[in-house]
């Protein structure tokens, strides 16, 4: 069983900058992803950035070059750095572990952009 927390959320004006944290617990070492989603009010679920086991890194296209997704491994956390955020980002952020048979979620934390 593996547990997930996020941390980090909060409000933040256009052009400002929030990292994200997902602390992981359990038994985590044959994961194979670990990624970082958001669903704004209305909106599906969708993907803002992945990292696999080797530390390969994928963005979605809207947030390339702003945020970036790093993973402490001795502290078995990962983190999503977001600079130069708008309105856009505005979302519940979800971090995700995946292993071959099993996908794990938080509980996600808010992230609001506005001035």
């Known amino acids: 069983q593996v547990q997930l927390v996020e941390s980090g959320g909060g409000l933040v004006q256009p052009g400002g900058s929030l990292r994200l944290s997902c602390a992981a617990s359990?038994?985590?070492?044959?994961?194979?992803?670990m990624a970082w989603y958001r669903q704004a009010p209305g909106k599906q679920r969708d993907l803002v950035a992945v990292?696999?086991?080797?530390?390969?890194?994928h963005y979605a296209d809207s947030v390339k070059g702003r945020f970036t997704i790093s993973r402490d491994t001795v502290k078995n956390t990962m983190y999503l750095q977001m600079n130069s955020l708008n309105p856009e980002d505005t979302a519940i952020y979800y971090c995700?572990?995946?292993?071959?048979?099993?996908?794990?979620w938080g509980q996600g934390t808010q992230v609001t952009v506005s001035s």
């Open positions: 995700n572990i995946a292993f071959n048979l099993d996908v794990y």
């Open positions: 359990g038994s985590t070492r044959r994961f194979t992803s």
């Open positions: 990292i696999d086991s080797i530390g390969g890194t």
